[in-house]
């Protein structure tokens, strides 16, 4: 496999640091350091996804795997600690259902969109929403009792929410005409 550059060995690292950081973040191991452990598993990943990008794009090691798996990693990761925080009672199903509904709702129209050979950029909204969405994870994690942090936390949740649904209708009608037959 000559597609085993340095940016695709950090999205493998990332896919690799998902169970880890599930059992972390659900406490079947690591006590009462747990959450720590999870929040420091979830940031390294976190920085992969920066990282290997940056490298792709800078050294042209652009590849079909890294186009495919490093957004597929970013999906499964956020998938996994939002599904948690649903069984943690952090958050309730339909909240997470709204953002991973949104992730499989891209995914498709980006299918569609190479299919036609049209290649859609990443918007503004998209990467608020990421943001956002980054930021509601880390704090979910932290759970800290207090009632500032929680209200922090409320809001965080709600704007990364809120962003996922404007950045999905944004996303759709600036690029409605790839669904055209």
Not at 18 to 31: A, N, R, S
Not at 54 to 77: E, H, Q, S
Not at 91 to 96: E, T
Request: some cysteine; hydrophobic content about 60%.
């Amino acid at each position: 496999m000559g597609s085993m550059n340095l940016p695709n060995k950090l999205t493998i690292l990332r896919v690799i640091l998902i169970p880890f950081f599930v059992v972390f973040l659900m406490g079947y191991v690591g006590g009462s350091s747990a959450r720590m452990i999870a929040l420091v598993i979830f940031c390294a990943a976190s920085l992969t996804d920066l990282l290997d990008g940056k490298i792709a794009r800078k050294y042209n090691l652009v590849t079909n795997f890294g186009k495919f798996m490093d957004p597929l990693a970013d999906k499964l990761l956020v998938s996994a600690a939002l599904i948690c925080f649903i069984e943690l009672g952090s958050l309730p199903a339909w909240f997470v259902l709204i953002i991973i509904a949104r992730e499989f709702i891209i995914s498709g129209f980006r299918l569609v969109a190479s299919d036609k050979g049209v290649v859609i950029a990443a918007s503004y909204w998209g990467k608020f929403k990421t943001t956002f969405q980054m930021a509601m994870i880390i704090l979910l994690i932290l759970d800290i009792d207090h009632p500032v942090f929680t209200l922090l936390e409320q809001i965080v949740s709600w704007a990364a929410l809120i962003l996922t649904v404007v950045s999905l209708v944004d996303y759709f009608m600036k690029n409605k005409s790839v669904l055209a037959d």
